[in-house]
């Protein structure tokens, strides 16, 4: 009897256009992101972070595969992150000594020990640091779009709100603005679940955060937002149908928030059964990898060796700036206003 061959098992084409280089560069960062926020929660139960800490714990996803699809590299296209998308940052080019830097409030960090978290900028890289007034950042980025198309410059804008700041006017009346002018910008609309403490049904009436933006005349679509290579190619999309002249796209995330507003939030208003569920059931990370395994994108020898160098990074960064000095108090007034005078040490007790 003649022998069959039998057929090998191939692995499943990789979609949305990416190498398998890509693949292990996206869980790098998402890897990163999420030990360089579990350093600072060490650091901020140890007292070293000054000020309150953000964690995007669950939600490294949706800001990873949005940036991705970005054009990166010094004056290409540019992103305004809110304080859960510390991974679209990095992923930007910003460094997680500067990120360890900025949270201690260090005289050698971006802002020179004057703000926390991610309010810093690096404009030539591609990144506009967020204002604390959430939605203000929509209209900011739509007049920064709108440059783009008068220069005539091939560059686009990608600015992330959360279901909470679209409740603010000024989130409508920006991409209303973006939408008459046609700016090349996409917008990330997380639905995350919570507006602080506040649940979506007390907040809108819709299902779905994209409906609230259709009326503008604006093209929306919902995704996954847990799901990496959907989001990377939801957005890859919306930035190619910007670039070349259609305007605005609007991109809902469907995510979950799983820690508190902030460090300080003990999230009491959340069963501890539905965190517990997100946690086991739709992790990003977790789903990536099983992605990346299954069908042979990647072993675990690659992953290892990524959380191995990611671990070394971060370590390296931490004992480089843990015990960097604090601003001096005369570095007060450079930097506040145009043309500062020149002050004494305690010039505060001449007033």
Not at 171 to 176: K, L, P, S, V, W
């Amino acid at each position: 009897m003649a022998s069959r061959t039998v057929p090998t098992t191939q692995p499943l084409a990789i979609p949305a256009g990416l190498a398998r280089e890509q693949l292990l560069e996206i869980y790098r960062y998402l890897r990163l992101t999420r030990t360089l926020e579990e350093r600072l929660t060490a650091l901020y139960r140890q007292s070293k972070v000054i000020g309150g800490l953000f964690r995007s714990l669950g939600q490294e996803g949706e800001a990873v595969g949005a940036a991705y699809a970005l054009e990166r590299g010094r004056n290409r296209d540019l992103l305004s992150p809110l304080t859960r998308n510390l991974g679209a940052m990095l992923v930007m080019g910003a460094q997680p000594i500067e990120i360890l830097r900025q949270y201690m409030a260090k005289a050698g960090g971006p802002t020179q020990g004057r703000e926390m978290n991610i309010h810093f900028n690096d404009l030539e890289l591609g990144y506009l640091g967020q204002i604390s007034h959430l939605g203000d950042m929509l209209p900011v980025m739509a007049g920064i779009t709108l440059t783009f198309r008068l220069r005539g410059e091939p560059r686009v804008g990608l600015v992330y709100i959360g279901d909470g700041g679209m409740s603010a006017g000024a989130f409508h009346e920006g991409i209303n603005f973006a939408a008459v002018q046609r700016c090349p910008l996409v917008v990330i609309g997380e639905y995350n679940h919570w507006a602080y403490s506040t649940p979506p049904r007390t907040q809108f009436a819709v299902e779905h955060l994209a409906d609230r933006v259709k009326g503008y005349g604006v093209a929306a679509v919902t995704v996954d937002g847990n799901d990496v290579l959907a989001v990377y190619e939801a957005t890859r999309h919306a930035v190619a149908r910007a670039r070349a002249g259609k305007g605005v796209h609007f991109i809902e995330v469907k995510t979950y928030r799983r820690k508190g507003h902030a460090e300080h939030d003990d999230q009491h208003y959340v069963g501890a059964d539905e965190l517990d569920r997100w946690a086991k059931e739709n992790d990003p990370i977790d789903r990536f990898v099983k992605q990346l395994l299954q069908h042979d994108w990647a072993d675990e020898r690659d992953l290892t060796d990524i959380d191995g160098r990611v671990q070394a990074e971060i370590d390296q960064a931490t004992d480089a700036c843990v015990d960097d000095p604090l601003p001096p108090p005369e570095s007060a007034l450079p930097g506040v206003y145009a043309s500062p005078a020149a002050a004494a040490r305690l010039w505060f007790r001449s007033l």
